[in-house]
């Protein structure tokens, strides 16, 4: 038998007399000695054997907690054993879940001698009620945790001036340097303190040690990806925004395709505070669109976040199943083969029937066009595609020589068709390429502009040759910026 016992948090009087008679019929193993309640024990003549000789030969605390583990559940094998650590055995112990889980392997049998957790110490000394909405989590696992101010938490085992760094820089993240904490050591013991600071300040108090915790407070003024959700909840509910309630799917369809392009320009001008706020608003029609879902019955944002997050795994074992290491190619390889499987790709007709046709159109062309090449169907070098694009332009020239204005449309779609598979082959995405080409028009224009009104004339007084020669003069001006 294991019996796994608490110490409480610091005040040997938060101990119960079963544990305390428990401790002393051992034998009894400490996790540490660090704790106030050690002394009390001592002071009873209660023989114990610390374990604190793992944490000065592991390189981790999976490596301490799994080596206490198994240390214990060897004793067990010899007979009855007691092992006691701080506070509750069973709230944020590590080695107490790795024994349980061990002596269920083994056979062997355990039980839970419960105590004052810090939980309780904390509460009280706060004075708040966590039927209100508390968290709790593990200092040491701060970088994995995300924000949610909706309601209070409780950070534990911020003990050490390095461990509060980390916190300090994790919360740093989303909350302002100024935001008041809590700070608060040895609860619920004689030498309890507990004060507000300044999160920037939380690494330079001079008495942090292994009784330690940190609590952030509730904030409604606050915001995090939850809060964000229940906005846009709001605005659709019963007293919600009239026009937010009106929206369908369909209707959101041009704002989605707005928002996406107002984010590539911010990505264009390379503002960071600007990026920021269309990400934002892309972020929002994609919560629009799931709020919809669900009171529609179709889906949630937890479904969308499930499908993106599957999406991501399954189509990058290299990285979540990795056995070993790829280059960019060779994952671009793998990528477009899971796809296909993914997809139900199995010919050259499904592969350019996939591409939707709700993208730009240059982008779409471009897309089927290497979809196409996969297969095979594409030339090996770039002189063929200049033949190609010369044989369109004459195309062209004979529907228009001949009359025909409906083949002559149809023919300039084969022309930029062509033109297409030229950028392909260049590497230069046609999208971009002609959006750059026309901001050097405009450009070129309001250069233009400039020039004509400096000879103070205007740009509808001058004939075509005249205009060509002021074109020219804004090329010069551009190529020497």
């Known amino acids: 038998m294991i019996h796994l ?3 409480g948090p610091g005040n040997y009087e938060s101990m119960t007399i079963g544990t305390l008679r428990l401790l002393k019929e051992g034998p009894l193993f400490l996790r540490t000695r660090e704790h106030p309640t050690v002394s009390y024990l001592e002071s009873q003549g209660i023989a114990f054997e610390s374990l604190d000789r793992f944490y000065e030969s592991s390189g981790s605390f999976e490596e301490v907690y799994s080596s206490i583990a198994e240390f214990i559940v060897s004793e067990a094998v010899k007979g ?3 092992y006691a ?3 509750h055995p069973l709230v944020a112990e590590a080695s107490v879940q790795l024994i349980i889980e061990a002596a269920k392997e083994n056979g062997i049998a355990y039980r839970i001698h419960p105590a004052v957790s810090f939980v309780d110490a904390v509460t009280e000394a706060l004075g708040i009620d966590p039927i209100t909405g508390l968290r709790i989590i593990d200092a ?3 970088e994995n945790e995300h924000p949610d101010f909706s309601k209070g938490t409780v950070i534990t085992q911020v003990y050490s001036q390095y461990v509060a760094g980390r ?3 994790a919360l740093s993240q989303y909350m302002d340097d100024e935001a008041e904490i809590v700070f608060i050591r040895a609860a619920g013991t004689a030498d309890e303190s507990i004060r507000k600071i300044r999160l920037y300040e939380l690494d330079r108090q001079k008495d942090i040690d292994h009784l330690t915790s940190v609590y952030v407070p509730k904030d409604n003024s ?4 939850y809060s964000y959700l229940r906005i846009v909840e709001r605005l659709r509910g019963e007293d919600g925004c009239p026009w937010d309630k009106e929206q369908t799917h369909d209707s959101l369809k041009r704002y989605l395709i707005e928002e996406s392009y107002e984010a590539l320009e911010a990505i264009d001008l390379d503002d960071p505070d600007l990026m920021a706020e269309e990400l934002g608003d892309v972020l929002l029609q994609v919560l629009l669109h799931s709020v919809i879902g669900r009171q529609s019955g179709e889906f949630n944002i937890h479904e969308v976040i499930r499908k993106g997050s599957e999406k991501m795994v399954y189509r990058h074992p290299h990285v979540f199943e990795k056995d070993r290491d790829m280059t960019s190619d060779e994952v671009l390889a793998q990528w477009d083969d899971l796809k296909k499987k993914e997809k139900n790709e199995e010919s050259i007709i499904d592969a350019v029937g996939s591409v939707s046709r709700h993208y730009p159109s240059l982008l779409r062309a471009e897309k089927v066009q290497r979809k196409a090449r996969k297969y095979g169907f594409d030339w090996e070098d770039i002189e063929p595609v200049f033949d190609k694009i010369s044989e369109e332009v004459l195309e062209v020239r004979e529907a228009l020589d001949g009359g025909n204005g409906n083949d002559a449309k149809k023919e300039v779609g084969d022309l930029l068709f062509a033109v ?7 590497d230069a995405d046609p999208e971009i390429s002609l959006n750059n080409t026309t901001d050097r028009f405009i450009s070129r224009i309001t250069k233009m502009e400039e020039l004509i009104s400096a000879d103070g004339v205007t740009f509808k007084g001058l004939g075509l040759e005249e205009l060509d020669r002021y074109w020219e003069k804004a090329k010069i001006f551009e ?3």
């Open 5 to 7: 016992a608490g110490l």
């Open 80 to 82: 009855d054993v007691v």
């Open 85 to 87: 650590v701080p506070g």
């Open 140 to 142: 040491l696992d701060i």
């Open 167 to 169: 916190v300090k820089l």
């Open 222 to 225: 606050a915001y995090d990806f």
């Open 420 to 426: 297409v598979n030229l950028s392909r082959f260049l």
């Open 479 to 481: 190529k020497n910026l």
